[in-house]
């Protein structure tokens, strides 16, 4: 008997019907979970939600986290946009997408910047956490402690990059949170976000959003994020006249597709946001440096150093008027008459010019025969008393003890020097632009002019040791010269 050979056509069909079942069913069947999420950004209101809260692998909208925290490290002044980062043989190792650096090679924070911004490279966000915490392990805990202070309370971190990794997940109303705070929290970086290319210093590079910016009207950002576990994901924000919308997609099913369903949502969230409401921005949060560490018995479980931190306001209470109260003991007419008024303020004077000075205290004022209050006492029935016992209380009158201020300081006995100029007026015109540039740092001291006889010293005082040296570093990132003032410089 013989076999019946298959017709060639027959042979395709078969073929494609194999095909269909080994590869595209499969495919089908682990395609991504979708989660979306629209908001107002003006009020953070949520417009739509599905599966907002589901926890799915965010691929690359993680390094919206990176860019986060390296937008706070330079304004911290833990490093300056002008850093020279050196490329680990880790960073260089990174699959693609990456900018293509070599282990050893140098390059300005500002460029590894971006690259994860704007290509989405993995090279450039590993170099960047590395930078600013030594390592992926570190830089993965403080991704996850400025998490947890944005709000993000579905959202996991292992990585800078967002490459699939077990335990490294987030939510679409997370990310949206997240999207929000780049907008509002960094808005001098924000214009990243939607530059179609950019200058990466080794090369150009080309927005992996570009399809989408160059579509949609008003859309200028944020990030895409795509791996075969995620899908494809896609944060994006678009402002029409006075409405902003943010919009979190995940598990989309191809870059087209994708970015037809955050278009989608766009419009419906143009639709249904009012076309004016209050501008209501996120709080930003304030740095606090959390370490794990293991409890002792009885013990709490971790380690709070906060840097900078407060609990009301930064603005300082104001310190009180610095005042001279001379209690004088009561006298005869007689001593009066030997003891004037301005022979006491001259007294006065001459105490207060030789008595120490706190340190990093106010100068003390002029004291004007006005401010020196003489306590009186009514005559009373009384023996005369004796020459001997007026020389005596005048005696006391005059070398009691005079109290300027006390120190409500707290331990702010340290300040920084801003540079030496040739005139008082060149220093404080210096004084006052560096206030007004750092008011974050240097709210609430005392800006002081110091003749030298090389010039004239540039000072602020009143800071405590912390917050001179975090001053120092944020104006260093500034490319202000800085150095900090000890207790008994200032």
């Known amino acids: 008997m013989k076999a019946r ?28 979970p979708y989660a979306a999420y629209v908001i107002d950004a003006r009020t953070g209101k949520e417009i739509h939600a599905e599966n907002a809260d589901t926890r799915l692998h965010p691929a690359s909208l993680t390094k919206m986290m990176t860019l986060y ?12 946009l002008d850093t020279q980062v050196t490329i680990s043989k880790n960073a260089a190792s990174e699959p693609p997408s ?33 930078a600013i915490e030594g390592s992926e392990a570190a830089f993965a805990r403080r991704m996850n402690r400025t998490a947890k202070q944005l709000g993000m309370t579905r959202t996991t971190f292992k990585n800078m990059h967002g490459l699939t990794e077990s335990g490294h997940l987030s939510t679409a109303r997370d990310m949206t949170a997240l999207g929000r705070h780049l907008l509002y929290d960094y808005p001098q970086y924000y214009n ?4 179609i290319t950019a200058d990466a210093g080794v090369r150009k590079v080309s927005h992996t959003n570009h399809r989408f910016l160059g579509s949609y009207k008003g859309a200028d950002g944020i990030k895409t994020g795509y791996t075969r576990a995620a899908g494809f994901n896609l944060t994006a924000s678009a402002e029409r006249g006075n409405e902003r919308i943010i919009v979190t997609v995940f598990g989309g099913k191809s870059t087209a597709s994708r970015n037809a369903k955050v278009a989608e949502l766009m419009d419906l969230g143009f639709r249904r946001a009012p076309s004016s409401a209050p501008l209501r921005k996120p709080v ?4 606090a440096d959390v370490e794990d560490t293991p409890a002792a018995p009885g013990a709490a479980g971790k380690t709070i150093r906060l840097v900078g931190a407060v609990t009301t306001s930064k603005r300082p209470q104001l310190r009180p008027r610095s005042e001279v109260v001379v209690v004088a003991t009561a006298a005869a007419p007689e001593a009066t008459s030997t003891v004037s008024n301005s022979d006491i303020t001259a007294a006065l004077r001459e105490a207060v010019q030789t008595a120490p ?49 006390v120190s409500t300081s707290g331990g702010r006995h340290w300040g920084v020097n801003v540079g030496r100029f040739p005139s008082r007026y060149a220093a404080e015109k210096v004084l006052l632009k560096t206030a007004l540039a750092e008011m974050s740092t240097l709210d609430g001291t005392l800006r002081k002019v110091v003749q030298r006889p090389q010039g004239y010293d540039a000072n602020f005082l009143g800071l405590s040791r912390e917050s001179a040296d975090l001053a120092c570093r944020r104006l260093a990132a500034r490319n202000v010269s800085c150095f900090m003032i000890g207790p008994s410089e200032g």
């Open 192 to 195: 990243l976000f939607s530059r």
């Open 284 to 287: 930003p949060p304030v740095y």
């Open 69 to 80: 925290i390296a937008f706070q490290a330079v304004e911290r002044g833990e490093l300056s």
């Open 98 to 130: 990456k900018l293509g650096m070599r282990p050893g090679q140098k390059i300005a924070l500002r460029y590894l910047i971006r690259a994860a911004a704007v290509k989405s490279a993995n090279d450039a966000a590993t170099a960047i956490g590395e």
């Open 5 to 32: 050979r298959i017709q060639p056509a027959r042979y395709g069909l078969f073929l494609f019907a194999a095909l269909w079942v080994l590869v595209i069913l499969p495919l089908s069947a682990m395609a991504a």
């Open 357 to 405: 000075t706190p340190p990093a205290a106010a100068p003390t004022p002029e004291i004007k025969d006005a401010e020196v209050v003489i306590a009186t006492a009514q005559a009373s029935p009384r023996p005369e008393p004796r020459p001997k016992d007026v020389t005596l209380a005048v005696q006391q009158a005059v070398e009691q003890e005079i109290v300027t201020r």
